[in-house]
């Protein structure tokens, strides 16, 4: 997650020995503004984890996946964007490797929002991994639009 004014943000799920954890790596200022500071001290790069269960893991590759094959080249832009949130999402597949994809601030209500949001409550769960309600909240949401995202 890159906003315009706040510390960008990693979320990312890594398999390890078997466990599916849940890592989300920020830092304390916003990089972006730090190069223009030549004044600027040193990034320090904080990492949360949290283990979340397989069927999570599983859900949400499904669904980055799915949505990162639905990405096409947007549209020509015809303003200037300063603020906003720009949303990166990459993904590993197995027989075709890496591929990404993005949208910048998305509008409320469309699926990018949603998908935006699952971001957001996944940052969530790095940070209160006790939290089991939200992980199933998120299994939830993600089996739901992993299922709108499907192409008939």
Do not use: C
């Not at 398999?15 to 730090?34: I, W």
């Not at 030549?38 to 859900?59: G, Y």
């Not at 949505?67 to 832009?77: C, W």
């Not at 994809?101 to 957001?120: C, H, K, R």
């Amino acid at each position: 997650m890159l906003p315009s004014f706040e510390p960008e943000y990693i979320v990312s799920v890594e398999k390890q020995n078997g466990r599916y954890l849940l890592l989300y790596n920020t830092v304390q200022r916003n990089l972006h503004s730090s190069f223009r500071d030549e004044k600027a001290e040193k990034a320090v790069l904080h990492t949360r984890r949290a283990e979340i269960s397989p069927e999570l893991a599983t859900a949400l590759a499904r669904l980055w996946n799915r949505a990162i094959q639905q990405v096409r080249y947007p549209e020509p832009l015809v303003s200037m964007r300063s603020d906003g949130v720009s949303f990166v999402f990459m993904a590993f597949q197995a027989g075709v490797g890496e591929r990404a994809g993005e949208t910048w601030s998305p509008a409320a209500g469309s699926t990018m929002a949603l998908l935006t949001g699952i971001v957001t409550d996944l940052k969530e769960v790095a940070l209160a991994p006790q939290n089991k309600e939200l992980q199933q909240r998120l299994l939830h949401y993600a089996d739901l639009l992993d299922k709108q995202l499907q192409v008939p």
